[in-house]
T-cell receptor
Framework: DGGITQSPKYLFRKEGQNVTLSCEQNLNHDAMYWYRQDPGQGLRLIYYSQIVNDFQKGDIAEGYSVSREKKESFPLTVTSAQKNPTAFYLC?????????????FGSGTRLTVV | GNSVTQMEGPVTLSEEAFLTINCTYTATGYPSLFWYVQYPGEGLQLLLKATKADDKGSNKGFEATYRKETTSFHLEKGSVQVSDSAVYFCALSDPGGSYIPTFGRGTSLIVHP
């Protein structure tokens, strides 16, 4: 079955360390998104990519970086510049220009600073 | 810009009670509207959608009608079950915004036996 796989499910980061969250999809979707979810704040867009080798900043991109070298993959790096990274991170995908079909989400990665 | 406003939770109901979760939106174009559900520790799942005014989306006993005149998309269910306990997100996708989805803050639903 097609879907989005996020890994790891749980991740612990030490102060000053960079960590990378994986997001892989086999839906043949062109567009992919990263969201951060904090309690009571809903979902906030970090980065999105509508085509391979291109990506755009979302509302809270500072302290994060992404790459889109393959259609199937959109990894997110949480850098040491992100001062409050503890959150639940969600990856999603869709076909660009077909947003009325909705979005498919992965099961999330919970990142904790230790 | 686009925005989605949902009623604050938690909404606490007894099993078999009627559910309404209010959602209103602001959009520059003619958006598609969605409800997503999130169970604890999981990602979001699409529950239902409507793509134009007066459309009714429905799934698993949940319904929502796209009301352009009141810019609303309220979620309803006639008889909730304990298994419906989750967080519900209203969202819109606007072609004028390159289809980047905008989400509400989510409403937690707790159903007691």
């Amino acid at each position: 079955d097609g879907g989005i796989t996020q890994s790891p499910k749980y991740l612990f980061r030490k102060e000053g360390q960079n960590v990378t969250l994986s997001c892989e999809q086999n839906l043949n979707h062109d567009a992919m998104y990263w969201y951060r979810q904090d309690p009571g704040q809903g979902l906030r867009l970090i980065y999105y990519s509508q085509i391979v080798n291109d990506f755009q900043k979302g509302d809270i991109a500072e302290g994060y970086s992404v790459s889109r070298e393959k259609k199937e993959s959109f990894p997110l790096t949480v850098t040491s510049a992100q001062k409050n990274p503890t959150a639940f991170y969600l990856c999603a995908s869709s076909r660009p220009g077909q947003g009325n079909y909705g979005y498919t989400f992965g099961s999330g990665t919970r990142l904790t600073v230790v | 810009g686009n925005s989605v406003t949902q009623m604050e939770g938690p909404v606490t109901l007894s099993e078999e009670a009627f559910l309404t979760i209010n959602c209103t939106y602001t959009a520059t174009g003619y958006p598609s509207l969605f409800w997503y559900v999130q169970y604890p520790g999981e990602g979001l799942q699409l529950l239902l959608k409507a793509t134009k005014a007066d459309d009714k989306g429905s799934n698993k006993g949940f319904e929502a009608t796209y009301r352009k005149e009141t810019t609303s998309f309220h979620l309803e269910k006639g008889s909730v079950q304990v298994s419906d306990s989750a967080v519900y997100f209203c969202a819109l996708s606007d072609p004028g915004g390159s289809y980047i989805p905008t989400f509400g803050r989510g409403t937690s639903l707790i159903v007691h036996p």
